[in-house]
């Protein structure tokens, strides 16, 4: 079982730089990926970053690949996801997500989300 709170997210403006955090609480965290997803109104809810707990085998959707970094803190079992150079297309809810499941990249592929944090961004 895990649990995971998201927060850091606000109103920003197109080229700012805006860091999201992701709580995880669990006996067993270092089994986990864990992973930041995002909808935005009116789209499906799509991958965006992956990393597993030890820090190591970060991936990135083509979309934010060079400006995005997720990374892990396992002192403060936090995941963070650090947007560089945010676009107004970067608008949406972001999702904290975790699975046991390596390489795993779809929504039925993790069993755990936050309630997820808002992002505008301002053009």
């Known amino acids: 079982q895990v649990q995971l709170v998201e927060s850091g997210g606000g109103l920003v403006q197109a080229g700012d730089p805006l860091r999201l955090s992701c709580a995880a609480s669990?006996?067993?965290?270092?089994?986990?990926?864990i992973a930041w997803f995002r909808q935005a109104p009116g789209k499906e809810r799509e991958f965006v970053a992956r990393?597993?707990?030890?820090?190591?085998?970060?991936y990135y959707a083509d979309s934010v690949e060079g400006r995005f970094t997720i990374s892990t803190d396992n002192a403060r079992n936090s995941v963070y996801l650090q947007m560089n150079g945010v676009k107004y297309e970067d608008t949406a809810v972001y999702y904290c997500?975790?699975?046991?499941?390596?390489?795993?990249?779809?929504?039925?592929?993790?069993?755990?989300w936050g309630q997820g944090t808002q992002v505008t961004v301002s053009s």
């Open positions: 990393i597993r707990w030890t820090g190591t085998a970060g």
């Open positions: 669990g006996r067993t965290l270092f089994r986990y990926i």
């Open positions: 997500a975790a699975t046991t499941t390596y390489y795993a990249i779809r929504v039925d592929e993790y069993a755990y």
